[in-house]
């Protein structure tokens, strides 16, 4: 039973399997960054001899080892994640959810420098500090996503791994380490709708990738297959395609289904 949860950096030290090998772009990540600031948690249907693990963290979580060992009713607290999983998990999954959605998801790792893009001197763009937490709280609830794998707005702004275009002491665009691991950074960028298209975007981005690099690390890019101005913005930004994966949008827990209904939508 997948039902006890741990806070923390980890699950107990001991032998195990590697549940989530170090060193991997994009969503790979995760567990590394949730060992490293302690934002997250882990669930384990036995911490002292577990079988199946999941590790959490911003709205995304991760499920490994046997299903099993997993009963639907455990994984609860899955509701509204997006998960991504071992297609052994599936039918497990299937039966948790009321809806299990796949969604295709792209990796790119940056290989090449982009051009230099020049902006206004009005634009003033700096990595953020503490006392910048207010500015990322003013970009309001539709970004609010940006800072959950720091706890919040102040615990990026003072992470130190995020940098910003700034307007007469208003933010209008960042970029941030989104999951933080041994090997690579993976990054999220936003800008206000209304000040898209002036290349702000491509000039944080720049910045963090230097930040990133500097750190003896390499910067990684995940999005939707279907999301095209991230993948323009990517590629712009010198990121190159390497791994393509499904996870899965999953809803409110469901009632147990009838035998042979999984639940798991094949057409989006």
């Not at 994009?26 to 590790?55: I, K, M, Q, Y």
């Not at 003896?216 to 101005?229: A, K, L, V, Y």
């Amino acid at each position: 039973m997948l039902v006890e949860r741990l806070h923390g950096a980890a699950l107990p030290a001991g032998p195990r399997p590697p549940w989530f090998p170090a060193g991997r772009p994009g969503l790979g990540a995760l567990p590394e960054h949730v060992a490293l600031t302690g934002h997250g948690s882990w669930w384990a249907d036995d911490p002292s001899g577990p079988r199946a693990v999941a590790v959490s963290c911003a709205g995304h979580a991760i499920l490994a080892g046997d299903p099993r060992s997993t009963d639907p009713g455990d994984l609860r607290f899955l509701a509204g994640h997006y998960v991504a999983a071992p297609d052994r998990f599936l039918p497990v999954l299937g039966a948790a959810f009321h809806r299990v959605v796949p969604w295709e998801r792209m990796i790119r790792v940056r290989r090449d420098p982009s051009p230099v893009v020049r902006l206004g001197p009005e634009i003033s763009v700096r990595r953020l500090l503490p006392r910048d937490a207010r500015a990322l709280r003013t970009l309001g609830p539709d970004m609010a996503w940006l800072s959950a794998g720091w706890g919040g707005p102040a615990g990026l702004a003072a992470s130190g791994r995020c940098w910003g275009a700034f307007c007469d002491g208003a933010l209008l665009s960042l970029a941030c380490s989104f999951f933080v691991g041994s090997r690579y950074e993976d990054i999220a960028v936003a800008t206000l709708p209304e000040e898209r298209g002036r290349g702000l975007a491509s000039v944080c981005v720049q910045a963090l990738c230097k930040d990133v690099t500097a750190r003896g690390r390499i910067p990684s890019w995940t999005c939707s297959r279907d999301n095209h101005p991230s993948r323009r913005l990517a590629a712009k930004t010198g990121f190159q395609l390497v791994h393509e994966f499904v996870h899965y949008a999953v809803g409110l827990p469901a009632a147990r289904p009838p035998a042979g209904d999984s639940r798991i939508l094949k057409d989006v």
